[in-house]
């Protein structure tokens, strides 16, 4: 069983920067895609960006693309979303999950637990 923990939320005014970190353990190496998504209070949990545990493949959704950037850390089992122009709209709690069995971008086993990022106007 995959866990996954993250950490890095917190509130900042519109125009700056936050960097979440989801640390994976328990099977992680069976995994072959690392995602993040946000949910907004009264609206569906969304796609933000995906990584691959190998190689350089990444994929981010439109609304993030050009201020969000995943990124990983295979040797400490970390992956890392920096965030940067943020604007209150990206207000969520964000998770991170991990693909062992799905097939898209958009397909996840495992879940976190999740971390509240809030941006001030």
């Known amino acids: 069983q995959v866990q996954l923990v993250e950490s890095g939320g917190g509130l900042v005014q519109a125009g700056g920067s936050l960097r979440l970190s989801c640390a994976a353990s328990g099977g992680t190496f069976r995994c072959y895609l690392m995602g993040w998504f946000r949910q907004a209070p009264g609206k569906e949990r969304e796609f933000v960006a995906a990584i691959r545990w190998t190689g350089s493949s990444t994929y981010y959704a439109d609304s993030v693309k050009g201020r969000f950037t995943v990124s990983r850390d295979n040797a400490k089992n970390t992956v890392f979303l920096q965030m940067n122009s943020l604007k209150p709209e990206d207000t969520a709690v964000y998770y991170c999950?991990?693909?062992?069995?799905?097939?898209?971008?958009?397909?996840?086993?495992?879940w976190g637990q999740g971390t509240q990022v809030s941006v001030s106007s």
């Open positions: 999950a991990a693909q062992e069995y799905g097939s898209s971008w958009y397909e996840y086993d495992y």
